[in-house]
T-cell receptor, first 116, second 116 residues
């Protein structure tokens, strides 16, 4: 079946602009995650949703970052007043169950954000 | 808190020779451990995972890893490298205090180059 999809795949923004990144998880997956991957680094956790509830946003780097999943499926990560340090690949992942130690997270291809 | 150290940032092998990618972890809890592979412009793909069952874990494409608690290691191996194995590999640990079992902590990655 279809995997996790993300759009756009590439986004160039001028510093100070707002951006919105979309994630379509695998159908029926309860859990959804956002990660940020800086150049040459491993992904870092940003936030976690269980259905429409945002249960953990401890990884969001500032209050300029906001994520939502209003109907428990598609999710949007919004970054306000973008800064150059926001340049990174933003990865979305979903998993079938509620948070468990062993559950596999399936990743999308990512959105590469470049802030000029 | 848990952490992952990938001991080599870059490994280069010849096609048909064995592959060894090294990973050490630190965790206060019994962790789950994963290896993911990332090909250019593609999403992270799960190679294999350890979830406290058998310590020798077999994954896709001929890869396997052995969990060694005494050495806190989870090295990834393959008997014979193929050109298509060239990619970035991430060692990942899940599980932390406070019930956030879903949080994945990634290593910085090892770039595998396969020479003809």
């Amino acid at each position: 079946g279809a995997g996790v999809s993300q759009s756009p795949r590439y986004k160039v923004a001028k510093r100070g602009q707002d951006v919105a990144l979309r994630c379509d998880p695998i159908s029926g997956h309860v859990s959804l995650f956002w990660y940020q991957q800086a150049l040459g680094q491993g992904p870092e956790f940003l936030t976690y949703f269980q259905n429409e509830a945002q249960l953990d946003k401890s990884g969001l780097p500032s209050d300029r970052f906001f994520a939502e999943r209003p109907e428990g499926s598609v999710s949007t990560l919004k970054i306000q007043r973008t800064q150059q340090e926001d340049s990174a690949v933003y990865l979305c992942a979903s998993s079938l169950q509620r948070s468990t130690l062993t559950d596999t997270q399936y990743f999308g291809p990512g959105t590469r954000l470049t802030v000029l | 808190a848990q952490s992952v150290t990938q001991l080599d940032s870059h490994v280069s092998v010849s096609e048909g020779t064995p592959v060894l990618l090294r990973c050490n972890y630190s965790s206060s809890y019994s962790p789950s451990l994963f290896w993911y592979v990332q090909h250019p412009n593609k999403g992270l793909q799960l190679l294999l995972k350890y979830t406290s069952a058998a310590t020798l874990v077999k994954g896709i494409n001929g890869f396997e890893a052995e969990f060694k608690k005494s050495e806190t290691s989870f090295h990834l191996t393959k008997p014979s490298a193929h050109m298509s194995d060239a990619a970035e590999y991430f060692c990942v640990v899940s599980g932390s205090s406070g019930g956030s079992n879903y949080k994945l902590t990634f290593g910085k990655g090892t770039l595998l180059t396969v020479n003809p």
